[in-house]
């Protein structure tokens, strides 16, 4: 499941952030957004209104009346406020010289922080501005903040204004940078600064062209599968020998049905998820098969953990993301011959009873092109659940259902419907388990 791109791309005045974040936004196919536009239209619009551009207590109430209305031409976002689009109204002097100020008011910011987060119904994005990384869309996993040092920046900054005609001085034009570098990176609603997690460019010495080679080249680093597939053989054996000792002294675990597990070719276990012991409880008894599992990301950050999990083949998942480096990896470890293990339901049951599937996981099986073992994992929610408040000596049973084959998947179509639909039937096949176990039908 890929969700769509928002590339966010921070800098100071005349970093060469808008000339990237446009050509970026050309060769992905993403729409381009200037967020500073926004705040130089609420400027123009006071302008027009007469109103004190300096005082928020006039500035929000205007504000909050205007209506905007947003849509994508020529690959870029552009808006109306009332009706009337700015235009090149928007790079006026006057607007120029006020927009630090509206910029700086946290009411204006909250208003467009929240207009720019809603543009992400029109598509994928290629944004650029102060905070994008930092504050407007903070979770994704491209972030970028480019950069250069105040001689070049004027440099560039006087260049463009002669273009234009505008003859102010390069002195002018050096202490106006230095001025709003100062109120950008000091005001207190979202000041400038380097977002956790972004990739810096110093765009001093480079070109246009070599700066957004560089940013294409991160984001393909970015998207590249990892390579999952080193499994420490011993250390993964001694792993499965420690839990599966543990699992049954502490819940007299049985396993049933192993005979339905392929012992080669690309594979996907998937499992009701109730406990924290599911994914032992699978992996440290499919011992025909090494089983990549897929586990949050903060787990790793825990360096003898993280190394152990990276060791036994666990592929690091950042859920609030909807990591698709992730994605890629296990339909490449899939496609490889692999076997990987996954819960439909996403997160542990709150109170012990089946899930609907999460749309992923359709995805994940219509792209690996694998079959899929269905798995009901019962009284493992008695034995240690979120609210449990610890491990308990309940017994817990393991049973591998019949193979869902890759001819019975491909008969669900194929695109988004198909893969609501291939994860609606693992979770039937699921739930058939379970109403035959508790039934008493499953003996093994």
Request: hydrophobic letters at 40%.
């Amino acid at each position: 499941m890929s969700k769509q791109r928002i590339i966010a791309i921070d800098g100071p005045a005349a970093s060469g952030k808008s000339t990237v974040a446009r050509e970026v936004a050309n060769r992905l196919n993403c729409i381009y957004v200037d967020s500073g536009a926004l705040y130089r239209g609420i400027t123009w619009k006071m302008l027009c209104d007469g109103v004190n551009t300096k005082n928020p207590l006039l500035v929000l109430p205007v504000l909050l009346k205007s209506k905007w209305k947003f849509e994508v031409r020529d690959g870029a976002v552009v808006f109306s406020i009332d009706g009337v689009e700015p235009g090149e109204a928007l790079r006026s002097k006057e607007v120029c010289e006020a927009v630090s100020d509206i910029a700086a008011m946290p009411g204006i910011r909250k208003f467009v922080v929240n207009r720019l987060r809603k543009l992400k119904k029109l598509g994928p994005l290629s944004m650029e501005g102060r905070d994008i990384a930092s504050v407007v869309f903070p979770k994704t996993p491209y972030k970028f903040y480019l950069d250069a040092n105040p001689e070049e920046r004027a440099k560039r900054r006087h260049a463009e204004l002669m273009a234009k005609g505008d003859l102010e001085q390069a002195a002018e034009v050096m202490e106006s940078l230095q001025q709003r570098d100062e109120k950008d990176s000091t005001r207190k609603a979202a000041p400038l600064k380097v977002a956790d997690g972004a990739y810096v460019i110093d765009t001093s010495r480079y070109d246009v062209a070599d700066v957004v080679r560089t940013v294409l080249d991160r984001i393909a680093d970015l998207e590249k599968p990892r390579s999952e597939a080193m499994i420490n053989p011993r250390l993964y054996r001694a792993t499965c020998d420690v839990l599966g000792l543990w699992l049954k002294v502490c819940t007299r675990i049985r396993v049933l049905g192993l005979r339905n597990v392929p012992k080669t070719g690309g594979l996907i276990i998937a499992s009701n998820h109730a406990s924290y012991l599911d994914p032992p409880a699978i992996g440290a008894f499919c011992r025909m098969r090494s089983v990549h599992f897929m586990a949050r990301d903060t787990l790793f950050r825990k360096p003898l953990l993280g190394w152990h999990l990276r060791r036994v083949g666990v592929i690091s998942l950042d859920r609030e993301r909807g990591d698709v480096r992730a994605m890629k990896t296990a339909i490449h470890l899939l496609q490889g011959g692999a076997a990987v293990s996954l819960f439909p339901e996403g997160t542990r049951t709150m109170d012990g009873n089946l899930q609907p599937p999460k749309p992923g996981v359709g995805f994940l099986v219509a792209k690996g092109r694998a079959p899929v073992v269905p798995v009901y994992i019962h009284g493992s929610y008695e034995a240690w659940s979120k609210h449990s408040g610890g491990l308990k000596r309940k017994p817990v049973t393991v049973i591998f259902g019949q193979l869902i084959t890759r001819e019975e998947i491909q008969q669900l179509g194929s695109g988004r419907d198909a893969y609501a639909r291939i994860g609606e039937l693992i979770m039937a096949r699921i739930a058939e388990l379970k109403e035959q176990f508790e039934k008493g039908l499953i003996h093994e």
